[in-house]
């Protein structure tokens, strides 16, 4: 059975970093591209960053503020992110996808897998 379980979440102020991480069980971690989506009340859910074997993408909006990691030994995927900001609060998924072209990897629909989510509030 698959588990993806993510935590970190809580509340910042603005210019403040988090780190969140998700822990996955029940699928082969190395052979996934692992991915970061996140959804405000109202909104649809949105890519946020992804990760392969060698590379990663991030949405526009976090480029620069956001890194994205994972550790294939301990089964953890990372979202550090830094200088948050009002509308960085949501509540943050991960989620597990076989996908191989990168292209598909903003697509939520490419994930197979996906964990309960953990929230992110921004406020002074």
């Known amino acids: 059975q698959v588990h993806l379980v993510e935590s970190g979440g809580g509340l910042a102020q603005p210019g403040d970093s988090l780190t969140l991480s998700c822990a996955a069980s029940g699928i082969t971690f190395n052979e996934r591209v692992m991915g970061w989506f996140r959804q405000a009340p109202g909104t649809e859910r949105e890519f946020v960053a992804a990760?392969?074997?060698?590379?990663?993408e991030y949405a526009g909006s976090v480029l620069g503020r956001f890194t994205i990691s994972r550790d294939n030994a301990k089964n953890v995927v990372y979202l550090r992110m830094s200088n948050l900001q009002s509308e960085d609060a949501a509540e943050y998924y991960c989620a597990a996808s076989y996908a191989i072209f990168e292209t598909t990897w903003r697509d939520k629909r490419s994930y197979e897998n996906w964990g309960q989510g953990t929230q992110v509030a921004v406020s002074s």
């Open positions: 990760i392969g074997q060698f590379s990663a």
